[in-house]
């Protein structure tokens, strides 16, 4: 097992620069995902790490070892895509096996081997049938057996879920999270689906257009985000951003909202002409808060446990609040609700920064 360490990693496809400058260190055994929407660069990083990809400038170390240059076949690390690409004429057994019969590991090993994984993964009854004989879910188990025999000290994992429907991802996930406790590996996810970073990284690395803009763990990234792309990223349903503006004396006001005063503790005041957006989650909507706000309500979703006010649907500004008990509201009604300003977070327009 092995840590890493990214510095100063590059990538160009020709003139166009892909990944600017990711530094990144590792941990052993940690699981770190990569999260960023579609085209932010995170097959590409992923696939420099195990080497199928050119390093354009900077350096890859895997452990104490430099692997900038070294072939994918010599990094100790086994890669899991999106599209599982079995052999379809074989069992599963060869399937899991075949890698480690190419490279001469003797029969009894293999069998050993092919054997442990498949009980790691419950697949033990499958072993024996043909890859169109399985759901989507067991042929996704059977490509990550594939990689557990090999004893990679890092996994990389591209969207392996992406394939599978909701429930199937749910369940899957579980099953990630459990073989990560159980083999103790470095595993590297990649995932545009932020729920699935939240359930199972250590350390979320947040990508866009091939840079970090922030990276922790999930719990830090949701209580304090540096920036609005982070803060509009992690968290489900999104946060919140309401238009916000200093008066003269400074005090920050929500001119959509019958210029209110939210109560922030800032360490300097905002320039009056300082564009502003205050942003406050769904959740963190409650009765008897300090900042008030009245709402009148265009649509609402009762999830049973909990529903969903929206309001301003379509506006540059729109709401989402998430209520308990709320079987009276519906479309039209006004809602007296408010919020605790300590949840609230301040962020320049402009430039997208956090104002702390
Ligand atoms: N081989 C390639 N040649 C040129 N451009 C590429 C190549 N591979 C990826 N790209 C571009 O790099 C960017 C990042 O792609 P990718 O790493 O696949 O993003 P993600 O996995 O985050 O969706 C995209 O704009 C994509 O078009
Ligand atoms: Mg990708």
Do not use: W
């Amino acid at each position: 097992m092995a840590g890493l360490a990214l510095s100063n990693v590059q990538k160009a496809f020709g003139q166009t620069q892909i990944i600017h400058g990711v530094d990144l260190d590792i941990a052993d055994g940690e699981f770190v995902v990569f999260v960023g929407p579609s085209g932010c660069g995170k097959s590409t990083l992923l696939r420099m790490i195990a080497g199928l990809e050119s390093v354009t400038d900077g350096k890859i170390a895997i452990g104490s070892r430099d692997v900038t240059d070294v072939d994918p076949s010599e990094r100790g690390v086994a890669m899991v895509f999106q599209s599982y690409a079995l052999y379809p004429h074989m069992s599963v057994r060869d399937n899991i096996g075949f890698g480690l019969r190419m490279n001469g590991v003797p029969r009894l090993e293999v069998d050993r081997k092919v054997a442990d994984a498949a009980a790691a993964l419950h697949l033990t009854d499958l072993l024996d049938r043909k890859p169109k004989q399985l759901s989507g879910g067991q042929r996704q188990r059977v490509a990550i057996g594939r990689a557990i025999v090999r004893q990679p000290d890092v996994f990389l994992f591209d969207e392996p879920l992406s394939n599978l429907d909701a429930e199937l991802r749910v369940q899957m996930r579980l099953e990630i999270a459990r073989l990560h406790a159980e083999l103790g590996a470095t595993m590297i996810y990649v995932t545009h689906d932020q729920v699935e970073a939240m359930t199972l990284a250590d350390k979320i690395v947040v990508l866009r257009a091939g840079r970090v803009e922030q990276a922790g763990t999930p719990l830090s990234l949701y209580d304090d985000p540096a920036n609005l792309f982070v803060a509009g990223f992690i968290g489900s349903p999104r946060m919140n951003f309401l238009r916000a503006a200093p008066d003269v004396d400074g005090t920050i006001r929500l001119p959509d909202h019958g210029n209110v005063p939210v109560p922030l503790t800032l360490a300097a005041a905002p320039q009056p002409a300082q564009k502003l957006l205050l942003g406050i989650r769904p959740e963190h909507f409650a009765p008897n808060q300090d900042v008030r706000l009245s709402l009148k309500v265009d649509l609402v979703e009762h999830l049973g446990g909990a529903s969903y006010a929206y309001v301003g649907s379509g506006s540059a500004y729109p709401l989402t609040i998430e209520m308990r008990d709320a079987r009276d509201v519906g479309r039209g009604t006004v809602l007296e609700t408010s919020f605790d300003s300590r949840r609230a977070f301040l962020f320049d327009a402009t430039t997208g920064e956090r104002v702390r």
